[in-house]
Nanobody, 117 residues
């Protein structure tokens, strides 16, 4: 059973930074597409960024140039570095482990990010 455990959320002022971590157990981050999603109150969950097993990355337009997804293979952990945070970035952020071809799709429990002065 794959487990994803997020950490690093919190309250930050506009313009500030946070780094989210997603520690994976039960499988390797190097064989999956690892994604960060977010869900704000009253809105649908949306993709923020993802990284394929080969290391290719993709970002939502609303975070390009501000957020960076990265991976530490030795720690089996994926990160989301968030800079220049805006109030509209406030949401619960979820980590996702996906190997669609073999029917694996796992979510973490989420970590709250609040951007407010």
């Amino acid at each position: 059973q794959v487990q994803c455990v997020e950490s690093g959320g919190g309250l930050v002022q506009p313009g500030g930074s946070l780094r989210l971590s997603c520690a994976v157990s039960g499988s390797s981050v190097t064989i999956a597409t690892m994604g960060w999603f977010r869900q704000a109150p009253g809105k649908q969950r949306e993709l923020v960024a993802d990284m394929t097993s080969g290391g290719s990355t993709k970002y939502a337009d609303f975070v390009k140039g501000r957020f960076t997804i990265s991976r530490d293979n030795a720690k089996n952990t994926v990160y989301l570095q968030m800079n220049s945070l805006k109030p509209e970035d406030t949401a619960v952020y979820y980590c996702n482990f996906a190997r669609i071809r073999v029917g694996q799709n796992y979510w973490g429990q989420g970590t709250q990010v609040t951007v407010s002065s």
